[in-house]
């Protein structure tokens, strides 16, 4: 079965640094994976997805998510954090017929 | 505009009382899913629905019931509300299910309902 973990309930880091969330992912044959945001009060929204080819993926708002495959991860990650990334972010992969398996989320707060 | 949208977005109701929750989509998508999201558990699938007249349960289907009578819509229905399914509510839709690149998943902007 496919499944994805994302270990850190809650990520804190201060405005202009880098920041990383973290995903790791157990799937069969080839892995597609896949980034969503949820603002508050909104529904998730696409961020990014892995499907073949270079490990670094680009994405929407300036993210990107770098796909290691020795080490089962799909990290997210941003140069520079801004406030307005605060948000709930959840990394997700195909589960057959189900269309997509949803890791618990971890929420970003990006600190003045 | 592409969208997938949700009525009501918010619902106090108490239990035993019978509602439905509307979802629609302008994609033409094959299909379409009902998640509910609470803390810590993130997203877990309730129903989900390959085409007109195929629905299948999810992770979590007790006490829920769905159609897709129509493509556009997948109507989520809670025949007798319980307190435990007091939840958020999302609803989604993607051009094919299953494990393709093409998954990618819209989702509408979510149902907060109170079960009393």
């Known amino acids: 079965a496919q499944s994805v973990a994302q270990p850190e309930d809650q990520v804190n880091v201060a405005e202009g640094n880098p920041l990383t969330v973290k995903c790791t992912y157990s799937?069969?044959?080839?892995?597609?994976l896949f980034w969503y945001v949820q603002y508050p009060n909104r529904g998730l929204q696409f961020l990014l997805k892995?499907?073949?080819?270079?490990?670094l993926v680009k994405g929407s708002y300036g993210f990107e998510a770098e796909f290691n495959k020795s080490q089962t991860s799909f990290h997210l990650k941003k140069p520079s954090a801004l406030v307005s990334d605060s948000a709930l972010y959840f990394c997700?992969?195909?589960?057959?017929?189900?269309?997509?398996?949803f890791g618990s989320g971890t929420r970003l707060q990006v600190q003045p | 505009e592409a969208q997938v949208t949700q009525n009501p977005r918010y619902l106090i109701t108490v239990t035993g009382k019978k509602l439905t929750v509307t979802c629609s989509q302008n994609?033409?998508?094959?299909?379409m899913s009902w998640y509910r999201q609470d803390p810590g558990l993130g997203l877990r699938q309730i129903y989900y629905?390959?085409?007109?007249?195929?629905?299948d349960k999810g992770d979590v289907p007790e006490g829920y019931k769905v159609s897709r009578k129509e493509k556009r819509n997948f109507p989520l229905i809670l025949e007798s509300p319980s307190p435990n399914q007091t939840s958020l509510y999302f609803c989604?839709?993607?051009?094919?299910?299953?494990?393709?690149?093409?998954?990618?998943?819209?989702f509408g902007p979510g149902t907060r309902l109170t079960v009393l």
């Open positions: 989604a839709s993607s051009l094919r299910a299953g494990g393709t690149r093409d998954n990618e998943q819209f």
């Open positions: 799937v069969s044959g080839n892995p597609y």
């Open positions: 892995y499907i073949t080819g270079d490990n």
């Open positions: 997700a992969a195909p589960s057959g017929r189900r269309a997509l398996t």
């Open positions: 994609m033409n998508h094959e299909y």
């Open positions: 629905s390959m085409n007109v007249e195929v629905t």
